[in-house]
């Protein structure tokens, strides 16, 4: 697919769809099992801080172990990869639903689930790469439109399922779901012109910031060496400083997302009213996609379009809960937090390329997703130790709003470095030299 030809390759459309449906199972279950955090507390005599650790581990596991999908690809093609990721994804929520009676048991299935999803996730990120390339920005922005319609959708759909069959009914439903994702890994291929074979990386130009895209795919096909020499991080600096910005959003992304329902039932709202908010929020973030994928195809992302201004809507948004209990107001705070960060996770991750080399992208795709894991980890984690220790979500949210400060400083930052992207193509990684 070329910007601007307006012709779309037949061969991309079923790996674009597969995409689509995966992101859309992984981040709704995510957002969904926000639902059962009361449940879980009560039920298993939990706090906040281990049944927040436990539904974000999901997402978090998923990204942590991203250089295990990374060394699967390496042995294996994408579409085996991918089923095998779709079925351990599904088993990991039926298991739940069979067995899990106890905290620890949460805790297994969605670690299972998430080395799952992760496999699957990873395998078609690195898909989106080979079959879009220099348009792989507005592709991915256009995928993640998905995430946010999950995020509306299956919330309140899961409720549903909830108030029927019980927490472990809706799990076994919801795995019987997820197992989709096993046709979404099936509908993986290579790209054409990139079967395995052993890479002929060339020096490139890198004055250009989009031609590290463009060319990255090199990094997907054959056996690369991609372990880090002595001087890449010095020779990446300006990643590093990227990297900063993509995990602190990262950690107020999943304190959003697994804490949001529970505080609207804390507002004395009933569970079937506060399901909603993160149906607004969803919405938000539904358009946020959108303006990102506009600003992408004009060429209008920069630090401070996809890092500064965002931040600045978050903070609006978490300032709104601390300050209003109305319901119909917290429907619109909501709806501005989802926007802000529906539309920077696809700045951040569609700009992420402008700051590695092509020798690199693979290890650089790998570090962001463990890194990011973490983060997203210690969101869920650290918002609930805050909340078992001041019983108060306005810490919660105050937290996330010191944390959006410091990342649109930062990004202000960025603006400012030199990302000219050093040629690391160097022979065994020699970084050139």
């Not at 978090?60 to 079925?87: H, T």
């Not at 609207?264 to 709202?269: D, I, P, V």
């Not at 209990?325 to 989802?338: R, V």
Request: proline share 3%; charged share 10%; with cysteine.
């Amino acid at each position: 697919m070329e910007r601007g030809d307006g012709v779309i390759n037949a061969r991309s459309v079923p790996v674009f769809i597969s995409g689509c449906v995966m992101v859309f199972l992984f981040n709704g279950s995510f957002k969904a099992n926000s639902i059962f955090i009361e449940d879980i507390v009560s039920l298993f005599d939990a706090n906040y801080f281990l049944a927040g650790s436990a539904f974000v581990a999901q997402p978090a596991v998923a990204y942590i172990f991203a250089g295990v999908s990374s060394s699967l690809l390496e042995g294996y093609n994408q579409r085996l990869v991918g089923v095998f990721g779709g079925v351990i994804f599904g088993v990991g929520f039926v298991y739940q639903g069979l067995f899990g009676y106890q905290l620890h048991q949460l805790f297994i299935a969605m670690v299972v689930a998430a080395l799952g999803g992760g496999v699957l996730h990873f395998a078609t990120f690195m898909s989106y790469l080979e079959h879009f390339k220099g348009n792989f920005d507005v592709a991915y922005s256009a995928r993640e439109l998905f995430t946010y319609i999950g995020i509306s959708t299956m919330p309140p759909f899961v409720e549903l399922l909830n108030s029927s069959y019980g927490l472990h009914g809706t799990y076994v439903i919801m795995g019987a779901l997820i197992w989709n994702c096993v046709v979404c890994g099936a509908l993986l291929k290579p790209a054409i012109g990139t079967a395995r074979k052993p890479a002929n990386i060339q020096q490139i130009s890198f004055t250009d910031k989009r031609s590290s895209l463009a060319e990255s795919s090199c990094c997907c096909q054959g056996s690369v060496n991609c372990m880090p020499s002595s001087n890449f991080f010095g020779k990446h600096i300006a990643f590093i400083v990227f990297q900063i910005v993509h995990c602190l959003f990262f950690y107020v992304f999943s304190g959003w997302v697994i804490f949001l329902i529970p505080f609207g039932t804390s507002t004395g709202l009933l569970p079937s009213q506060a399901v909603y908010l993160s149906t607004a929020g969803g919405i938000g973030g539904f358009f946020g996609k959108i303006l990102a994928i506009v600003v992408f195809y004009y060429d209008g992302m920069n630090e401070i379009t996809a890092g500064v201004i965002p931040s600045c809507m978050i903070i609006i948004g978490l300032t709104g809960y601390i300050l209003c209990s109305k319901y119909i107001l917290l429907m619109l705070f909501s709806f501005i937090c989802g926007f802000g960060i529906a539309y920077e996770d696809s700045a951040l991750s569609g700009i992420l390329p402008r700051y590695l080399c092509t020798y690199h992208y693979r290890l650089g795709s790998a570090i962001s997703y463990f890194s990011t894991g973490l983060f997203l980890q210690l969101g869920g984690s650290l918002s609930g130790a805050i909340l078992d220790l001041t019983n108060s979500y306005v810490y919660v949210f105050g937290a996330m709003i010191l944390i959006n400060v410091s990342n649109g400083l930062i990004s202000l930052l960025l603006s400012f470095m030199d990302n000219n992207i050093a040629d690391c193509s160097g022979v065994n990684g020699s970084d050139g030299e």
